[in-house]
């Protein structure tokens, strides 16, 4: 079974400060997504990486693929309260596209 | 252009009912994913449809079942419920030919099982 884990499992931080979510597993991915989830919400996603050693930037985010492809980390520069949420990574171990998630971390940005 | 949507948005059963969640996958695509997310988890992966058949499957008993119509809508079918089957039920659609196309995802039916 592909086990997908993301540390830290919470995180709560001053806005302003910065922090990066790392997730691993011991199997390759074929492609490797994060979401952010809110309370009662499907998840939404943020970005899909590809290619090891590839990076990605959105707005304050910077998505970072491992060479080997068995891991992933998001960084979030300068938080604000609206970054507040769930952020989940996804692997596709398949290339059939049906993904694992890891756990999550929840995220609180405080005022 | 209407993404994925889900019904019910809620739900309350008690235990040894049956279950049937509905979901509408984004214009142009084929493919349903069906998930459980019990809170406090991530999502797991019960089973993805593709023309009207069950195309993967993951580690869920006979109990999870499903159907897909040829406008690709996808029902989720959960026989004699436990209280363990509370959860989010997630859905999402994808197209295939594309195999790493984004997966997009529905809002999801919150199920309680009393």
């Known amino acids: 079974t592909q086990l997908l884990e993301q540390s830290p499992q919470f995180l709560s931080i001053q806005e302003g400060e910065n922090l990066t979510v790392y997730c691993n597993s011991s199997?390759?991915?074929?492609?490797l997504q994060w979401y952010r989830q809110e309370p009662g919400e499907g998840p939404v996603l943020l970005v899909t990486?590809?290619?090891?050693?590839e990076v990605k930037k959105l707005k304050r985010l910077t998505f970072q693929f491992g060479d080997a492809r068995k891991d992933s980390s998001l960084h979030i520069t300068a938080a604000q309260p609206g970054d507040t949420g769930l952020y989940l990574c996804?692997?596709?171990?398949?290339?059939?596209?049906?993904?694992?998630f890891g756990t999550g971390t929840r995220l609180t940005v405080i005022p | 252009d209407a993404g994925v949507t889900q019904s019910p948005t809620h739900l309350i059963k008690t235990r040894g009912q049956q279950v049937t969640l509905r979901c509408s996958p984004k214009?142009?695509?084929?493919?349903v994913s069906w998930y459980q997310q019990a809170l406090g988890q991530g999502p797991q992966f019960i089973f993805q449809?593709?023309?009207?058949?069950?195309?993967q499957r993951g580690n869920f008993p006979d109990r999870f079942s499903g159907h897909q119509f040829p406008n690709y809508s996808s029902e989720l079918n959960v026989n004699a419920l436990l209280l363990g089957d509370s959860a989010l039920y997630l859905c999402?659609?994808?197209?295939?030919?594309?195999?790493?196309?984004?997966?997009?995802f529905g809002p999801g039916t919150r199920l309680l099982v009393l």
């Open positions: 996804a692997g596709d171990f398949t290339g059939a596209n049906n993904l694992f």
């Open positions: 449809y593709y023309e009207e058949e069950e195309r």
């Open positions: 999402a659609s994808s197209h295939l030919l594309t195999l790493q196309e984004t997966q997009y």
């Open positions: 990486v590809v290619t090891g050693g």
């Open positions: 214009s142009g695509h084929d493919t």
């Open positions: 199997s390759v991915f074929s492609s």
